[in-house]
């Protein structure tokens, strides 16, 4: 048994926990990319996804072709975006 697999068992860590916590770290990783250079990001008004400035004139999710532009809109949308609780769908 390895000690990653030891520290799992002895704090009864799930799986379901493992892929939360990593879903939750890439998601703060995200958003923090986005605050550092918010000019570059855009964020849709049909479905409030952010996404490239550059990459696309119509949402991908929704096909809205409203974009919120504001820097500091943006910066606000990914602080909520991180501070979310991260879920999976179809797991318990
Ligand atoms: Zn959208």
Request: aromatic share 8%.
């Amino acid at each position: 048994m390895t000690k990653l697999q030891k520290l799992i068992q002895r704090f009864n860590i799930t799986e379901t926990d493992k892929i939360i916590n990593l879903v939750g770290a890439v998601r703060i990783f995200q958003s923090a990319t986005v605050m550092i250079d918010p000019i570059d990001y855009k964020v849709c008004d049909g479905c409030d996804c952010i996404l490239f400035a550059g990459a696309t004139f119509v949402c991908p999710k929704c096909s809205s072709y409203r974009f919120e532009l504001d820097p500091y809109n943006i910066i606000t949308k990914a602080i909520e975006l991180s501070n979310k609780e991260p879920t999976i769908l179809g797991l318990e």
